[in-house]
């Protein structure tokens, strides 16, 4: 016997009144000689005894009805194994039917999503007039087809027939929670979770055993094998963040086998614009992951967009792997010092060269010489980053211009002399320090943009620069360092205002100071790098599916951005998406893998931008969990694989059982009756 609930068995306790009641009423009754009635005592025990009995009779039926109320309220029923047990009860199923992508893999059989949604047919179907369920379907976020627990099981059937795969990973967990919740709310007898899955090993990872909080019987239903065959593209890198107009550049394409059999012909074909540009064909060892890279180079500036694909298998969602990368194109480099000769050659070796003129040949970095006399009258409108090199002061005037500068968004690279104190700077630098012992470059991040080009310890190096001076430093709290002298002493610092990078070099261009910077053949790489780092937009732009794309508009804010999947046939198709008061633009309906397009429209111009959305790779690997191990971390009752048949039969057998409360009440009636009678008759006798 079981309670479905078991709190109003507390009830019982109530049970105790009449005996309170009785015990509080007795008198303890005072003995009288009395001449004239002793001859009567005999009778007088007689009776009293019967009497007695009475009131006992009566004490027992009181605590018996309200026994038994306390009984029915907590609704007692009988399971199987009894004779009044031998009745179908009620059932409530909620089915857990996993439609993450590896669900969409082809068997010999059929498509494991097909498969699935008949064995949840015949759990629907094997319930009756009465029963209820629900359905939820898994990835790595539940989506419950009806929050609740719903009579209508032609409506389940129907919803579960429509049900298609998804583009997202695997998480067991928050789906068998929600279905605990959903069968927690039940008040039927019996309640049945039933998880429909193929058990790839990455949904069972990262989270610890599930109590079975409704105290429901629990099913595995096991789609899968032990001999799927998978490949699959899991990553696209460039060789460098910072990608520019004919610079070259290598793409990585990390390809991974995810089964026991060797490839001999995997084919990997590179389209560009939806036009094939590369193909290329290799053999691929048992669960051997391997690099492939394909020397490209960009010749137009901006959004470039494409894809790479594998040879078709069992499973295609994971066979595409698109990409969005922003070339940077000319970047005008206004260079202000009081001699500009040298680092103009050094942003461009071609600069004012006769051979360069009408060839294209200067178009990635233009740099322009100013001299800081006039500087104050130069117009800064056609200008991308301004340079300075060795500038102690600047004018009333000049600040002012830097300042509207770095308020539309422009960048901004400094080389330190004595007595720099610009108020839009990311330090306060101090005085001059002369050290005597040559100090060389020690902490930097090796894949920084800036840095990436750079092979293992060059700048730290035998050849790498010395420098004899600095400026003492002090970091205002929204400066960073990317790298720094021995001694933690800085030398380059950075500050983000809105789109603004300003970048400070903690030493000065000028000879005289003895610092090797200018004179090193790492100087002209490294300069260039961080023009390039300088204009570089942040973004990230190739995202996973269920990744929220997020992007900052800091002059644009309260305009409504158009996003839409690129290959989408409908025009209309597409969602409006406000930037935020703070300029961010966030989108999160990145469901579908493919390329999006952002457009935003503002005082007559057009802004056109893509980012790219990919299939999460942990979800390629087919690998499965074992049944007894997922039990073990969910407390599931019964395994079962897809060769199995449903035995609607058997499952009937196990829903038997019979609520009682209703006899319990009939019970406490009649005894309440019977106690009525017994009260009135002693009533009367007396």
């Known amino acids: 016997m079981a309670f479905l609930n078991p709190l109003f068995l507390f009830g019982i306790l109530a049970a105790g009144i009449p005996l309170l009641i009785h015990l509080w009423n007795r008198r303890q009754a005072v003995t009288i000689d009395f001449s004239s009635l002793m001859f009567l005592v005999t009778a007088h025990r007689q009776s009293v005894k019967r009497l007695y009995f009475k009131h006992l009779l009566i004490l027992i039926l009181r605590m018996l009805i309200i026994a038994l109320i306390a009984l029915a309220l907590a609704r007692p029923f009988l399971t199987l194994g009894l004779p009044l047990a031998a009745v179908r009860a009620k059932t409530d199923v909620v089915i857990v039917l996993d ?172 389209f560009i614009q939806n036009k094939k540009h590369i193909e290329q064909s290799y053999s691929l060892d048992p669960f051997e992951l391997t690099t492939k890279s394909i020397n490209h180079h960009f010749s137009t500036a901006g959004y470039h967009i494409g894809s790479f694909e594998l040879t078709s298998d069992r499973l295609n969602l994971d066979n595409n792997r698109y990409f969005v990368f922003k070339v940077l194109g000319s970047l005008r480099v206004l260079c202000v010092s009081d001699s500009n000769e040298i680092i103009t050659l050094s942003l461009n070796p071609l600069y004012n060269s006769p051979d360069s003129v009408g060839h294209g040949k200067a178009s990635m970095i233009e740099p322009i010489a100013c001299h800081l006399s006039d500087f104050d009258e ?142 090193n053949p790492y100087f002209l790489p490294l300069i260039q790098n961080t023009v390039l780092y300088a204009n570089h937009d942040e973004t990230q732009r190739n995202i996973l599916v269920g990744e929220s794309y997020t992007r900052k508009y800091n002059n644009l804010f309260g305009l409504p951005a158009w996003i839409k999947p690129l290959d989408s046939i409908d025009e209309n198709e597409g969602t409006a998406v406000i930037i935020q008061e703070d300029g961010t633009l966030k989108y999160d309906s990145t469901e579908l893998p493919g390329i999006y397009q952002v457009e935003i429209s ?85």
């Open 99 to 270: 439609n993450s992508f590896s669900m969409a893999y082809q068997d010999i059989d059929g498509v494991r999503f097909d498969k699935a949604k008949r064995k949840a047919n015949e759990i629907l179907n094997s319930l009756r007039n009465g029963d209820s369920a629900s359905v939820i379907l898994m990835s790595d976020i539940p989506k419950p087809i009806f929050n609740e627990l719903t009579p209508d099981i032609s409506g389940v059937l129907k919803s579960v027939n429509d049900a298609k795969v998804s583009t997202r990973d695997t998480n067991v967990q928050p789906s068998i929670e929600m279905a605990h919740k959903i069968l927690s709310m039940s008040n039927q007898t019996n309640r049945e979770l039933y998880l429909i899955s193929d058990f790839t090993k990455n949904g069972w990872e990262n989270w610890d055993q599930i109590p079975n909080v409704s105290g429901s019987r629990i099913f595995l239903i096991s789609l899968s094998s032990n001999n799927s065959h998978n490949t699959n593209i899991e990553e696209i890198s460039p060789s460098q963040h910072l990608i520019g107009v004919d610079l070259p550049l290598y793409l990585n394409i990390r390809t991974n086998n995810h089964s026991d059999t060797r490839l001999t012909q995997t084919t990997l074909s590179m």
């Open 378 to 519: 130069f117009p800064l409108d056609d200008i991308d980053i301004l340079l300075l090199t060795d500038v102690s002061s600047i004018s009333e005037k000049s600040d002012d211009k830097i300042k509207e500068f770095i308020r539309k968004g422009k960048d901004l690279i400094v080389f330190v002399s004595d007595k720099n104190n610009f108020t839009w700077g990311p330090a306060e630098f101090k005085q001059v320090e002369k050290w005597e012992r040559p100090k060389k470059i020690l902490e930097y991040d090796k894949t920084h943009p800036i840095f990436e080009i750079f092979d293992e310890g060059v700048l730290t190096g035998q050849y790498a620069p010395q420098f004899y001076s600095g400026m003492t430093v002090e970091l205002f709290d929204d400066s960073n360092i990317i790298a720094s002298f021995n001694d933690n002493i800085p030398f380059i610092i950075e500050k983000q205002v809105k789109d603004s990078k300003i970048l400070f070099f903690n030493v000065a261009l000028d000879i005289e100071t003895r610092n090797e910077l200018l004179l």
């Open 602 to 686: 503002s005082q007559g111009k057009l802004y056109r931008e893509f980012f790219a959305v990919n299939t999460h790779p942990s979800e390629s690997n087919l690998e499965h969990i074992s049944l007894k191990d997922a039990s073990q971390k969910i407390n599931a009752q019964t395994q079962q694989s897809e060769d199995d048949e449903f035995d609607s039969k058997s499952l009937d057998l196990q829903r038997h059982g019979r609520e009682i409360w209703g006899e319990l009440l009939v019970l406490a009636v009649c005894l309440l009756l019977f106690e009525g009678f017994l009260s009135n008759r002693m009533n009367i006798g007396t």
